[in-house]
């Protein structure tokens, strides 16, 4: 069955501190995994996606198979990330939707 | 480039009624899904439309349905609404099936259920 885990549904940080966001998935195939942001007052938005293997915002997550995790990271958090952040994983087929976990929010102080 | 859009944006109905929301995708998407985002329960995942078909359902009961236009536009219907049916219901799109295809939401439908 897919699922995604997402364990801490709050994490708070110091502007300037490191910040990991954990994701583990469960998916007997090979999934495309997500970043899902959500400002206040705006709407879901991509944030990246593992196949991109991009930064975005100074975000990078990798894909690691073993543990299968995709673990958000940014060395130094800023203010403006404090949101609510999404870990989405699709399958294939008629799994072709996205899976999410039940989110963390990411609170990060002055 | 207009996004996804859907309506109305907020309603209140009673329990028992039934309610419509709607959804137009981005153009160029054939692709359109539905999720519900209850208070403490995430988004839970509805229903999946492409090319007018039903490609995938959450598990939800058969209260919960919907249909694909030709225009690839939806509608969500719930019939027979309960209390706990009160939640953000949104909706997104993209543009085919397959990998690599972002997958686009709209801004939500409150749906408050008394």
């Known amino acids: 069955a897919q699922r995604v885990t997402q364990p801490e549904k709050l994490l708070s940080v110091f502007k300037g501190a490191p910040v990991e966001l954990k994701c583990n998935y469960s998916y007997s195939g090979s999934p495309e995994l997500f970043w899902y942001v959500q400002y206040s007052r705006q709407r879901l938005q991509l944030l990246l996606r593992?196949?991109s293997r991009e930064s975005i915002k100074g975000f990078t997550a990798d894909l690691n198979k073993g543990e299968t995790s995709f673990h958000l990271k940014k060395p130094f958090a800023q203010e403006e990330d404090s949101a609510m952040y999404y870990c989405a994983l699709k399958g294939g087929g008629s799994q072709g939707n996205l899976i999410f976990g039940k989110g963390t929010k990411l609170s990060v102080k002055p | 480039e207009a996004g996804v859009t859907q309506s109305p944006t907020h309603l209140i109905k009673t329990r028992g009624q039934q309610v419509t929301l709607r959804c137009s995708p981005i153009?160029?998407?054939?692709?359109v899904y539905w999720y519900q985002q209850a208070l403490g329960l995430g988004l839970q995942f509805l229903l999946w439309y492409d090319e007018g078909e039903e490609r995938n359902r959450g598990n939800f009961p058969p209260r919960f349905s919907g249909r694909q236009f030709p225009n690839y536009s939806s509608e969500l219907n719930v019939n027979a609404l309960e209390l706990e049916d009160s939640a953000l219901y949104l909706c997104?799109?993209?543009?085919?099936?397959?990998?690599?295809?972002?997958?686009?939401f709209g801004e939500g439908s409150w749906l408050t259920v008394v």
């Open positions: 153009s160029g998407h054939t692709s």
């Open positions: 997104a799109s993209s543009f085919i099936r397959g990998r690599g295809n972002t997958i686009y």
């Open positions: 593992h196949i």
